[in-house]
């Protein structure tokens, strides 16, 4: 079965940077695009971008062109979103979701979350 | 960006009855329309996408129409597990953008 595993919790110091992983199992991991989105506590969905694991072709939302940063590694088949600059607008939770095998197929499976706070 | 804009933002209905939750998308986004479902404290879940496509594994009960800029969902006969919140998000280019919400309450 499909999973995507996320570490459940980060606390970094304002101005650092956080590397998120997220190791998918149960499909064939170069054929789906992996998307990132952000929610904030009690607030809604924000997608932050997505990357192609085959070739690591992105696109990237543009309030989170600086500020994110999307990896794969293909060997381990895991997902990383790097978060630079930090501060308390960017404490949330963010999840790893599968997309399809097209841009235009929505999140089918999503990570548990790893919630990141910002705190010094 | 194409903005979604979703109402009600929270509503309260009872075990049994039938809701209705819209969409309006800014621009045409044809049928490219998610809908998931979220739990308190639980990551999202699709449940519906290009507007009436039931994801695996969801009830019947939920229904999904709409085109082009106004979308719907249906839930007929509210079960316990239906409370929650809801969102829709368009899958019609990127970036993707979600709706507000709707937090759906037991009455």
């Known amino acids: 079965q499909v999973q995507l595993q996320q570490p459940g919790a980060e606390l970094v110091r304002p101005g650092a940077s956080v590397k998120l992983s997220c190791k998918a199992s149960?499909?064939?991991?170069?054929?789906?695009?992996m998307n990132w989105v952000k929610q904030r506590p009690g607030q809604g969905l924000e997608w932050i971008g997505m990357i192609d694991p085959s070739d690591s072709e992105t696109h990237y939302n543009q309030m989170f062109k600086d500020k994110a940063t999307l990896t794969v590694d293909k060997s381990s088949t895991t997902a990383y979103m790097q978060l630079s600059s930090l501060t308390s607008e960017d404490s949330a939770v963010y999840f790893c979701t599968k997309g399809g095998n097209y841009l235009f197929y929505p999140m089918d499976y999503w990570g548990q979350g790893t919630s990141v706070t910002v705190s010094s | 960006d194409i903005q979604m804009t979703q109402s009600p933002a929270s509503l309260s209905a009872s075990v049994g009855e039938t809701v209705t939750i819209t969409c309006r998308a800014s621009?045409?986004?044809?049928?490219?329309l998610a809908w998931y479902q979220q739990k308190q404290g639980k990551s999202p879940q699709l449940l519906v996408y290009n507007t009436k496509t039931l994801a695996e594994g969801v009830s019947s009960r939920f229904s999904g129409s709409g085109s082009g800029t106004q979308f719907s969902l249906k839930i007929n006969s509210l079960q316990p597990e239906d409370f929650g919140s809801y969102y829709c998000q368009h899958h019609y280019g990127t970036p993707w953008t979600f709706g507000g919400g709707t937090k759906l309450e037991i009455k």
């Open positions: 621009e045409n986004i044809y049928s490219y």
């Open positions: 149960g499909y064939t991991f170069t054929r789906y695009w």
